[in-house]
């Protein structure tokens, strides 16, 4: 199958991004599969951006064999500069499919509503099937978050995108548990969905050590500073433990960038926080290293009725289970996998208090039993979200979807 994925944020394998789409691509090439993964030149303002040279539609790179191709996408500060940014790489993505072979899918990835509206047009355009991928569910995130009301005219157009999406989809797949409900409500049946997570890369995490002997119990976080991260609660945590004599060995470590940071580290300074310190966004590799460098992991995540009601999957969560360490996952949604694996502690959202508790219950943890918290983490996600055996659904159910009738052909020749 020759199959293209539009990806405003892909990255590459091994880069500091989402990766997912690079690995999937990886193992569908391996499976004798031709992926193309077309993705934005400026993703996000804390982000190292590709650059188009001057005059041309778009930048090819090979990234183990895979074809990424980088289209141009406005840089941007500021929430009207990142809707023309998503503009921009749905128009320019429609100009640059040159001396690529017809596709037979087209995979439009919901990173934002105008990419996947893109990919239904290069679907229609190729007689290829359309593959609708739901990675949040827009505009009700945006609501969620607080970014937008839900009378905005913003929603109003998303939610219009949304609907025209799951009426002209082939297929509609998701990183989310529930999605098979969510679409079901707009009437696609069962066998036209399939729930296809996220993971990790076996090949980045091979068996690691065990933690270090010595030293202050180290718990790390590494992730996007913005939109569900809740580094907020974090730091707000580590304050609630600088007042605690008992809690003083135990350092917390945040590695990533975005739009809060700059905030939250000038709080951490003016507090005297000892036990916090910051780190730069890293590539997939150094942050398999300095993972071993910890005792456990945390991940802290504002309240969503979107993550209540349909799950989340949160690359960075199954990382820290690769790595064999206990995780606090402060967070309420309908899939758990720190709790379904007894892989760690599982706290309330938005609680700075019950965090610190959790940091300091595990830091009182036996190492023994810390260390059986890790292997069960390390199985589970091993058996649930390793995405070499992952890239497999995807090729049956898209082989499945090929096999089958195409949806609305009189609704296509009509758009």
């Not at 098979?180 to 707009?186: I, K, R, S, T, V």
């Not at 690691?208 to 580094?231: E, K, L, Q, Y």
Request: glycine residues 8%; positive net charge; aromatic residues 8%.
């Amino acid at each position: 199958m020759r199959i293209w994925i539009l990806n405003h944020y892909a990255c590459l394998r091994h880069g500091t991004g989402l990766s997912s789409h690079a690995v999937l691509a990886h193992y569908l090439r391996r499976a004798g599969h031709e992926p193309v993964v077309f993705a934005a030149t400026f993703a996000q303002v804390h982000a190292p951006a590709e650059h188009v040279p001057a005059g041309e539609p778009f930048l090819d790179r090979l990234d183990d064999g895979v074809r990424f191709r980088f289209v141009p996408a406005r840089p941007y500060r500021g929430a009207v500069g990142r809707l023309l940014n998503m503009h921009s790489y749905a128009r320019n993505v429609l100009r640059a499919t040159d001396r690529l072979r017809r596709p037979d899918v087209v995979i439009g990835s919901l990173a934002h509503p105008p990419a996947v509206e893109a990919a239904r047009r290069l679907a229609r355009r190729y007689g290829a099937r359309f593959v609708y991928e739901i990675r949040d569910i827009w505009p009700q995130s945006l609501v969620d978050l607080g970014n937008l009301p839900p009378w905005h005219p913003i929603c109003w157009q998303f939610g219009r995108m949304e609907r025209r999406a799951f009426r002209r989809a082939d297929g509609v797949m998701s990183v989310l548990p529930g999605i098979g409900d969510y679409a079901a409500g707009h009437g696609v049946p069962a066998e036209r969905v399939a729930y296809i997570p996220n993971g990790i890369d076996p090949a980045l995490f091979p068996e690691p050590p065990g933690p270090p002997a010595t030293g202050p119990f180290v718990i790390s976080c590494f992730g996007r500073f913005g939109s569900g991260n809740d580094m907020e609660t974090i730091v707000a945590a580590a304050e609630n433990l600088h007042r605690r004599p008992e809690a003083q060995r135990i350092r917390i470590r945040l590695f990533g960038d975005g739009p809060s940071k700059a905030g939250l580290v000038r709080r951490a300074a003016e507090t005297g926080l000892r036990n916090l310190e910051f780190g730069e966004l890293v590539d997939k590799p150094e942050l398999v290293r300095l993972s071993r460098e910890s005792h456990a992991f945390v991940h802290a995540h504002r309240r969503m009725r979107v993550v209540e009601q349909y799950g989340m999957s949160v690359n960075k969560v199954f990382g820290f289970m690769a790595a064999a360490r206990p995780v606090i996952f402060a967070c309420r949604s309908s899939y758990d996998p720190i709790r379904r694996a007894r892989a760690g502690l599982t706290v309330r959202p938005e609680d700075p208090a019950a965090l610190a508790r959790a940091m300091i219950r595990l830091g009182r943890t036996s190492r023994s039993e810390r260390e059986a918290m890790g292997a069960r983490a390390r199985q589970y996600v091993l058996e649930h979200h390793d995405l070499s055996k992952i890239a497999g659904r995807l090729e049956s159910f898209l082989a499945g979807l090929l096999a089958r009738q195409p949806v609305a052909r009189a609704h296509r020749r009509a758009a």
